[in-house]
């Protein structure tokens, strides 16, 4: 009935379907929040340095073998605060419920106030716009400050904001405010408080009440969380997984967020590519009438 002039256009048609079933696929996204370690991993001023020393990298026998030692502050790159980090008697690393290492991601975006204003801070008005668009912050939540300070890692003048390096009196980066974090505690059942900058309490802070304040209450801190940008500001889940270290005051994590798109942009998408395969499919017969016909 059709010659082989139609085969092109019926592999545009399986095309069309074939991407409808990948994006069905891709349907579940995978964010990784963590930055990689190595010498450069950016520590806060005062630890030992990173230590990655090769064991055995060779051809041993009749197979390849490669193996290594490293060592590592606590408090460096990607990492977690335990409560017991500022406050005595409460978890340590080890102890820390696995429960309250997954939770439901708030991403608080305040990229334009700290671009303005490298000193600031989340504010309580910061939480209540988050919350005008999608609702009280969940049960478990973990919530993420996203202030743009992932483009600045791992240079440590940039990421401090500051000449001196191992000076803190001379940081200058954002962070959460205290008022905040009272909010969150005395009004929200929050699981983790994090921020993509060094420290949970702002770069001129002389006394880290947030530090304190979360330790206290047994709230978990995350400290360098990278690439927020990639993560919707609400509806992932966010996982928090940090080593666990044995008496830790905290410790490196891979921190990952997993979300799934928006069904109505999904189901756009399949509309499309029906609508594509279904007018290349006519366009396609019309032509080859047309080159018959001529
Ligand atoms: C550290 O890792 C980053 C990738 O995350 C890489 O670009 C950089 O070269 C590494 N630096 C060192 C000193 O190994
Ligand atoms: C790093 O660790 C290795 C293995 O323990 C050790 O031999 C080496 O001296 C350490 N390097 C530094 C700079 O401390
Ligand atoms: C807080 O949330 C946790 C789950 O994340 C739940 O187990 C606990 O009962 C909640 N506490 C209150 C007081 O609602
Ligand atoms: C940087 O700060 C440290 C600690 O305050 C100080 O000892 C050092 O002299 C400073 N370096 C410069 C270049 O100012
Ligand atoms: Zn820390």
């Known amino acids: 009935m059709f010659g082989s002039e139609v085969v092109p256009f019926l592999l545009l048609v399986f095309l069309g ?12 996204r995978v964010v990784d929040l963590t930055f990689a370690m190595n010498a450069s991993t950016v520590y806060w001023p005062g630890s030992p340095d990173f230590n990655f020393t090769i064991l055995n990298r060779q051809e041993i026998g009749n197979h390849w073998y490669e ?6 502050a606590e408090h460096g790159g990607t990492h977690l605060d335990a409560p017991a980090h500022f406050s005595k008697g409460k978890w340590r690393t080890h102890e820390i ?6 939770g439901p991601g708030v991403i608080i975006d305040v990229r334009s106030k700290a671009t303005a204003n490298h000193d600031y801070r989340v504010h309580i008005p910061d939480i209540e716009v988050w919350e005008s668009k999608y609702g009280n912050i969940p049960q478990g939540a973990i919530v993420l400050m996203n202030s743009g300070w992932t483009k600045r890692y791992p240079d440590k003048s940039l990421v401090f904001n500051s000449e001196n390096t191992t000076d803190p009196e001379t940081f200058h980066f954002p962070a959460f405010h205290e008022d905040a974090v009272k909010w969150l505690i005395q009004h929200r059942n929050i699981s983790i408080v994090g921020v993509d900058t060094p420290s949970l309490d702002y770069g001129q802070t002389k006394t ?4 304190q ?3 206290a209450n047994n709230i978990i801190g995350l400290e360098n969380v990278a690439y927020l940008d990639k993560v919707p500001e609400h509806s992932a ?9 044995y008496d830790g005051s905290g410790g490196p994590a891979r921190v990952i967020a997993i979300y799934t798109i928006d069904s109505s942009n999904y189901n756009t998408l399949i509309t499309i590519s029906i609508i594509t395969s279904i007018i290349t499919v006519v366009l396609s017969l019309l032509i080859f009438r047309f080159c018959r016909l001529g």
Request: a neutral charge; proline letters at 5%.
């Open 17 to 28: 379907v074939s991407m409808a079933i990948i994006y069905h696929g891709e349907n579940t």
């Open 67 to 72: 193996a290594n030692y490293f060592s590592t």
């Open 237 to 245: 889940i966010i996982f928090a997984g940090v080593t666990k270290l």
């Open 97 to 102: 419920p696995v429960e309250r290492l997954v």
């Open 213 to 215: 304040l979360l330790g």
């Open 208 to 211: 880290f009440p947030v530090h």
